[in-house]
């Protein structure tokens, strides 16, 4: 069990193992969602001669019926020509900037980021739905169970696995492959049959999703209308899983400065997890300045040097700290050793990749490893 105080922090290379799309792959995704949402609508706005609203409800996806400002016809069009044109911009200035991450596009672009959160939505929704019917990449690895032994091992009662374990897990994902996965392996134990001990475990803080979550989004049934018009059946077509994705893109938060604001409680409770933690894992991150100070790191997890006569005095986190790189990319490295040590090069050569000193208690290890074979490997869990 882990009975030392423990903190997982992940970021998107850990949801890759799970076959969720990350960097230029998801940017690549949401692109096709808004090419295919477009050319729909391009289909219906010009072919389709709308005489009444009557049926909207029904074919309509509801991120394009909550633009209407009045209940007629025109305010109707002008939804659907909205929307067009947002995912054409959306097109255009992807296909223009190139962005790097998605997070950083939409925070200089705020007028896309209501569809663009939709198409984030579909596309994890979709890898989601992937996994539950076993289409998922099998072959990448499903670090978790690493997560699951320990959690089990040494347990006696399903009362002692909650008391015991003193764990959480601070993601910037939008994904909930974690919990599912921690969910469905705990569950399919007998020690756990007739007993809510795994739900009750998994709830309030103990998974803190930093810019929020896509979780179970409830696909409602198709309406049994009936169309005739293959135009209109197409964007009919779309309407329940589109409805899913726009229930979930409401949750959705970004790397902005104001959606900042907005999740503070998550923020403060991942500082919280950081700061009481005795062992900190951060698997598939690639330390980004602004996500490090949206939850501290740059001042939890900072080794300072206090300079003095005739002395140098070290404060900083008395607590080792495992971090993966994977294919030891120099960015990584110099990104962790600037906020660890306020200098680039602690983890480039000749260094070794694990930076410690007896003295004050620090501990640094990275792993150039994916997140499967550094816990397989490298990092050790230990109480």
């Given at each position: 069990m882990f009975q030392i105080p423990t903190v997982f922090i992940l970021g998107a290379g850990a949801s890759w193992h799970y076959g969720y799309p990350t960097g230029d792959d998801l940017i690549k995704a949401i692109r096709?969602?808004?090419?295919?949402?477009?050319?729909?609508l391009d289909d219906f706005y010009k072919k389709v001669q709308v005489s009444t609203l009557e049926y909207s409800e029904a074919y309509c996806p509801r991120y394009i019926l909550d633009k209407m400002e009045r209940q007629d016809v025109q305010a109707f069009k002008s939804a659907i020509l909205d929307t067009k044109n947002e995912c054409k911009n959306l097109i255009d200035r992807v296909d223009i900037v190139d962005p790097l991450v998605i997070d950083h596009f939409l925070n200089y672009n705020s007028d896309l980021q209501s569809i663009t959160k939709l198409f984030i939505s579909r596309v994890i929704l979709k890898c989601q739905a992937d996994n539950?019917?076993?289409?998922?990449?099998?072959?990448?690895?499903n670090w978790c169970r690493f997560i699951l032994h320990h959690l089990m091992i040494g347990c006696e009662s399903p009362h002692e696995f909650i008391s015991g374990n003193d764990v959480a897990f601070v993601t910037f994902n939008y994904d909930i492959s974690l919990e599912e996965n921690l969910l469905q392996g705990l569950k399919k134990n007998h020690f756990f049959s007739d007993t809510d001990v795994v739900e009750e475990f998994l709830s309030s803080q103990r998974v803190i999703h930093v810019y929020g979550k896509v979780g179970k989004s409830l696909i409602s049934n198709r309406s049994d209308i009936s169309i005739s018009n293959p135009i209109v059946y197409r964007l009919f077509s779309l309407k329940p899983e589109l409805d899913a994705a726009y229930d979930s893109s409401k949750e959705l938060l970004t790397i902005a400065p104001n959606d900042k604001l907005e999740n503070k409680v998550s923020l403060e409770a991942a500082k919280k997890a950081i700061e009481r933690a005795e062992r900190v894992y951060i698997l598939g991150y690639g330390f980004d300045k602004m996500n490090n100070e949206n939850i501290g790191l740059d001042k939890l997890l900072y080794r300072k040097e206090i300079r003095g006569r005739p002395e140098v005095y070290r404060t900083g986190p008395k607590k080792p700290i495992y971090f993966?790189?994977?294919?030891?990319?120099?960015l990584v490295s110099k990104s962790a050793s600037q906020?660890?040590?306020?200098?680039?090069?602690?983890?480039l050569p000749p260094n070794t990749f694990?930076?410690?000193d007896i003295s004050d208690g620090t501990y640094y290890e990275m792993s150039i490893k994916d997140v499967y074979e550094a816990l397989s490997d490298d990092f050790e869990f230990v109480g």
């Open positions: 096709e969602e808004a090419e295919g949402l477009l050319s729909v539950v019917t076993q289409k998922m990449q099998r072959d990448r690895g993966t790189n994977y294919k030891s990319k120099n906020l660890f040590y306020r200098t680039p090069d602690r983890f694990i930076s410690s």
